[in-house]
């Protein structure tokens, strides 16, 4: 797509916005600093949703709970312009290691862009949601509510994403991968195994044989390729020979196309195992399948130039080359942004204990509240431009009509 401009929001507006956010900043850090310390996994994020759709309604938005059927999901909706806009708000946390991905953080900046964009929604003439949307690490939360309905109608989508130090702020040309997961079980049949064990059909056999074939397939696969699995079941006592194990696994790509052929690949390390030990084989899907993730160019030239404001690097990206996001299902239908934020001093990678007590610090949160502000005028420009504006709303009709068409 060629841009041929890239317009700002007034320099009033902004400084408004600005105002906005440090308005809210006390009750956004300590949300966020609460967030942080639930440390709520999929699905199960009932005192952080709270917390977030009852901020949400003190600044003035309507909440709805209960989104798509999910209890932890929300709508907090201000204002009723053509031009609908979604923050989309994360508050899942890990097992184990809490909010190693910064979901804390990207609440808190979604939340503050929201409480800033408030007042001026008329102004915008947007209709502005903020959507709470849980079990993004695992669960899929985004895919079910876009299956669901939740996001019918919405022009534009952003939101933010905190990563190590030293990553550029120009997420233009970044994506994410597509990853699905699954569960294999092997079957086979129990026996004593020291007086008949020539009479069992070793399941843990068949494990251990597609661990190693996965194992040799690696070498073999594109360097931009992942597959990841454990053994979640593998037999319980040394005197019995495990009829069933269970393996979980992954696979990630950068296009569904190559997704799709690893997938392909690695069914049949799980296959072979099955034939060598004589076991049975049954692999079935665990979550929705996360989608690659697009930027929009026009919000990715906005983002970038409210960034070049606080004076971050917003060099040209090589591309983030890991990791994955329910957030790219939205950016397959609908508009989106979804940039990362470089933590000053974050040399530790996320997914990792170091990463979740860098998410709590002073520098996070100064970062994070940076990103509120980028996002707020990311939301404005976009809306103060007649050319963009009509292209999201096209994009918006376009989809409306062909959902509908499809559900006639």
Known sequence: MELTETPSATPALRAALAEGVEDWKRRVHALAHEIHGYKELAFEEVRSAEAIAGLLADGGFDVERGTGGLPTAFTATAGSGELTVALCVEYDALPDIGHACGHNLIAGASVAAALALRPHVDELGITLKAIGTPAEEHGGGKALMLER?????????????????????????????????????????????????????????????????????????????????????????????????????????????????????????????????????????????????????????HWTDAMDEFGKDTSPSAGISGGSTDMGNISQVIPSLHPWLSIPGADVPIHSHAFAALADSPEAYGVMFEAATALAWTVAAAASSPGERERFLRAAYRRRTFTQEGTS
């Open 149 to 301: 309905g939740a996001f019918d109608g919405v022009s534009l989508a952003l939101m933010v994403h905190p990563v190590q130090d030293g990553v550029t702020y120009n997420p233009a040309g970044t994506s994410a991968q597509a990853v699905g997961r699954y569960k294999a079980t092997f079957t086979g049949k129990a026996a004593h195994a020291a007086a008949a064990p020539h009479l069992g059909v070793n399941a843990a056999d068949a494990a251990v044989l597609s661990q190693v074939a996965v194992g040799l397939l690696r070498q073999q696969i594109p360097g931009d390729h992942r597959i990841a699995l454990y053994v979640a079941e593998a037999g319980h006592v040394t005197n019995i020979i495990p009829e069933r194990a269970v393996v979980e696994f992954e696979c990630r790509a950068f296009s569904l196309r190559e997704y799709e052929a690893l997938l392909e690949r690695v069914r049949r390390c799980f296959e072979g195992a099955a034939l060598a030990t004589g076991t049975t084989l049954t692999v079935e899907s665990t979550e929705p399948l996360y989608e690659p993730l697009l930027q929009d160019d026009a919000l990715a030239a």
